[in-house]
């Protein structure tokens, strides 16, 4: 198998990590779960979905805000994917932090619910991306 090869079985990968993410952010608001963990699945559908993306770029990073910040220059400062897309993924990145390690800050259904479709229009436009681009 090329590294190009590899490198496709891993985006492919990572693809389905995210769509398994939003299915997962559907069953825990479905159930009526805590708004934190349904935000914590909707971002990692998104972030997973850039590691899809970089996993064809010369480019890593141990921290979240790295890659968000390399998705930015690279693929929303290019006109690759919308402007909104990068704010998406920011306030998502957000949300996430403030649910999972801020103390005594709720998360409300209200902030959380609009990200699932947010979420479902990320992963479904680096999919084509990739699929058109890449694959």
């Known amino acids: 198998m090329t590294t ?4 496709i079985e891993l985006s492919k990968y990572r693809l389905q990590q995210s769509r398994d993410c939003i299915d997962e952010a559907l069953h825990l608001l479905e159930g009526g779960k805590n708004p934190r963990s349904v935000m914590n699945r909707i971002y990692y559908s998104m972030f997973y979905a850039v590691l899809a993306l970089i996993v064809f770029e010369e480019y890593s990073s141990s ?4 890659v968000i910040s390399f998705f930015n220059r690279k693929f929303v400062k290019n006109n690759v994917f919308p402007k909104e897309f990068g704010r998406s993924l920011m306030k998502a990145f ?8 801020r103390e005594y800050k709720d998360l409300s259904i209200q902030e959380v619910t609009p990200f699932i479709d947010v979420a479902k229009d990320f992963v479904k436009e680096v999919e084509e991306y990739l699929v058109n681009e890449k694959f």
């Not at 957000?94 to 649910?99: D, F, V």
């Open 63 to 66: 921290k979240h805000s790295g």
């Open 94 to 101: 957000e949300l996430r932090q403030i649910g999972d390690y």
């Open 4 to 7: 190009h090869q590899k490198r």
